[in-house]
């Protein structure tokens, strides 16, 4: 069974940097679209950046010049650069893809179990 693995959060001083790293543990045969949300205690899960086969990227208006998403597609991997940290981006972040393990499968979503970011004010 595929799973997503997920690797790189942690406890960090304000201004500070993390890099978040996801990939399958798996076989799979195709990825799409990868990406990262997260969610804050309290506060619904969010669309923090995404990333498509073709490199087409989306990030959010609230770590636009921070937050840096990036794919190694011979890995299968994504990266979440986190640079100049703020209290407010501390939260359970979620590795996502699309993808799709055998030939004869279909296209859908996979979750990563999630990795706690925290910053310190």
């Known amino acids: 069974q595929v799973q997503l693995v997920e690797s790189g959060g942690g406890l960090v001083q304000a201004g500070g940097s993390l890099r978040l790293s996801c990939a399958p543990s798996g076989t799979i045969f195709s990825i799409n679209a990868m990406g990262w949300y997260r969610q804050a205690p309290g506060k619904q899960r969010e669309l923090v950046a995404s990333?498509?086969?073709?490199?087409?990227?989306n990030t959010a208006d609230s770590v636009k010049g921070r937050f840096t998403i990036s794919r190694d597609n011979a890995k299968n991997t994504v990266y979440l650069q986190m640079n100049s940290l703020k209290p407010e981006d501390t939260a359970v972040y979620y590795c996502y893809a699309d993808l799709k393990v055998g030939l004869g499968g279909t296209t859908r979503a996979y979750w990563g179990q999630g990795t706690q970011v925290t910053v310190s004010s």
């Open positions: 990333i498509t086969a073709r490199d087409s990227r």
